[in-house]
């Protein structure tokens, strides 16, 4: 599996399945019953893998899979990799954090510069929350980096699963 190296932080795959959606999704549930590298749960046609609580880290990846009927014989899998839901819920409020105070910084620029007044304190503020976000971002591509090798183990055991049901 290639995870290409562009803006993506939270790679996404789809493939074509040989086997019945609901053949799969027991395949899964059955495989994560007696498995001990990887914590399996399913809830409806939702199937999310996680690295077991006493191995993750702060970077460890989950891989949700979705797997549904195109039509009556087609099913497919829609695969996304990402960080547990709180790391990322976290990451998304310090993105929505800086997002609205360098809008507020905008405007207190505009405001300043209507009024005649200094403005390169509001200037400094932009520059400060832009550099932020950036920090931000290759922390993400950090972060995705360190869990590559448990994405990688992750996708193979999806691949396994599929394979002991074809």
């Known amino acids: ?6 803006i993506v932080l939270r790679p996404r795959f789809f493939q074509d399945l040989d086997v019945p959606s609901e053949k799969a999704l027991e395949a899964f549930e059955k495989t994560g019953k007696t498995c001990q590298d990887f ?19 702060f970077w460890s990846p989950q891989l949700h899979l979705e797997i549904y009927d195109i039509d009556e014989k087609q099913p497919q899998l829609k695969g996304l990799f990402g960080p547990s839901p709180t790391v990322w819920t976290l990451f998304m409020f310090l993105h ?9 910084a905008v405007v207190w620029m505009y405001v300043n ?14 520059f400060f929350l832009l550099i932020t976000w950036f920090v931000l971002y290759f922390a ?4 995705r980096q360190a869990g590559k090798k448990e994405m990688k183990e992750l996708y193979f ?3 396994s699963t599929l394979n002991s049901v074809a």
């Open 1 to 6: 599996m290639e995870i290409s190296n562009d």
């Open 39 to 57: 914590k399996v749960s399913r809830v409806d046609h939702h199937i999310f893998i996680r690295i077991p609580k006493k191995d993750q880290h």
């Open 96 to 104: 929505f954090v800086v997002a609205t105070s360098f809008i507020g």
């Open 113 to 126: 510069i209507r009024l005649d007044k200094p403005y390169l304190f509001s200037v400094i503020t932009m």
């Open 140 to 143: 993400g591509r950090l972060g």
């Open 157 to 159: 055991f999806m691949k």
